[in-house]
């Protein structure tokens, strides 16, 4: 396995269906990919600009000031108290980590990689360059013998799964017993909607609650995309094990991953502000309660969803039909063939779009059940 094993790009099957529903007559509603369309906070923008003579190299582990604003936000706002410097790394993005994990922990041949059965498909991408098998379990009690990493993703894109800390708490031991990495992909920790999260924070792994006492073997990963409009600047961080921390990052200096200067300037003051977070978490509330009772009227079932970017939605059908009822109705979403071999019957609907494209995508729904 390697590199020439990965399949086409994917989203590349979309474009029948792109096209046709960019001929409805009011317009195009892009429901698809989860890219932010809401301006990146002028607090976020400032920063950078006074970054920008950026004439020497960055730092691959990130200023200090970064580091420490890491450090503050876990404490804050995901109740993981304690960490050090040590502990915290930037990176180019989170997608860059989530495929070069398995490499960069000299995973190969005679190794497994397992990953949710419903998921983002680059945790199979990254076991599959690592010349590693990648396999789709949920339960962590089913984690096969020969596990060196283990992805959970919570809440999940794109079903909006989210770990409880007693799942959480599990899926460490588990991880513990196999001799296993446990790495958790947190991207959408502050968009919680229905259920428990509607009131209490989503949970990290790294949680005292969770650990055990201990961060060995464990991290988390987390993006400022989505809750900061910050895909562009590619911008996350990896916390954790400080010993698998600072391998990754010899690493990392050999590959030049370095993330830019004015990035790592924006980061920090990204990460220091919660108040455009909870605005921009109110921008996605509104899409989504406009969607959600749409989907339903029109004879979608939602499931999961209790968190995160998107609506994972069925009719009990074949995604691709699904898919081609919305295109005439001008809405495009992402089909469930995309996430796996389990979710062929769904369609993945992202809320970052306009408010004013989203009412047009309720108001169409409506009318084609009428």
């Known amino acids: ?40 906070p002028e607090v976020i923008r400032a920063a950078l600009a006074r970054a920008t003579d950026a004439h020497a190299y960055p730092q691959t582990v990130g200023t200090a000031a970064l580091r420490e604003a890491i450090v503050a936000w876990y ?18 993005g989170s997608k860059e980590l989530v495929a070069l994990l398995p490499t960069l922990l000299g995973l190969g041949e005679r190794d497994v990689v397992v990953h949710p059965r419903v998921a983002y498909p680059t945790y199979a991408v990254g076991a599959t360059v690592a010349g590693a098998t990648p396999v789709a379990v ?38 513990r017993e196999l001799g296993a990495v446990l790495a958790s992909d947190e991207c959408y920790a502050e968009l919680g909607w229905d259920g428990p999260w509607a ?6 792994v790294l949680d005292p609650r969770v650990t ?19 895909a562009g600047y590619r911008a996350a961080f990896v916390a954790g094990c400080a010993r698998i921390i600072g391998d990754l990052l010899t690493a990392r200096r050999h590959l030049g991953l370095m993330p830019p200067v004015p990035v790592q300037h924006a980061m920090t003051a990204a990460l220091r502000d919660d ?9 996605y509330r509104q899409r989504r309660e406009l969607l ?34 919305l295109a005439r109705l001008g809405i495009l979403a992402g089909p469930g063939h995309f996430y796996g ?20 995508a309720a108001a169409r729904l409506a009318a084609s059940v009428v």
Do not use: C
């Not at 404490?75 to 180019?92: E, F, H, K, N, Q």
């Not at 108040?275 to 921008?283: N, P, Y």
């Open 199 to 204: 009131t209490q924070p989503i949970p990290s």
């Open 275 to 283: 108040e455009h977070v909870a605005r921009q978490k109110e921008l």
């Open 212 to 230: 055990g006492g201990t961060r060995s073997g464990l991290l988390s990963v987390y993006s400022l995309s989505k809750q900061s409009n910050l």
């Open 292 to 325: 959600v009772p749409a989907l339903r009227a029109a004879g979608f079932r939602i499931d999961g969803s209790e968190a995160g970017l998107y609506l994972w939605a069925t009719e009990d059908r074949d995604a691709w039909d699904s898919m081609g009822r």
């Open 75 to 92: 404490a804050r706002r995901r109740g993981v108290p304690g960490l050090s410097a040590a502990d915290v790394m930037p990176t180019i």
């Open 138 to 175: 949920d339960d962590p009690a089913d984690w096969p013998q020969g596990t060196k990493l283990a992805w959970i993703n919570t809440p999940g894109n794109p079903d909006g799964r989210t770990w409880g800390v007693e799942e959480l708490a599990a899926a460490v031991r588990r991880a």
């Open 1 to 40: 396995m390697g590199v020439r094993d990965l399949a086409e790009y994917p989203w590349d099957a979309v474009a029948p269906y792109r096209e046709q529903a960019a001929s409805h007559p009011d317009g195009l509603v892009d429901l698809s990919i989860g890219s932010p369309v809401d301006p990146t």
């Open 341 to 360: 071999d389990h979710s062929a019957d769904h369609v993945r609907v992202s809320l970052t779009a306009p408010l004013e494209r989203v009412e047009k």
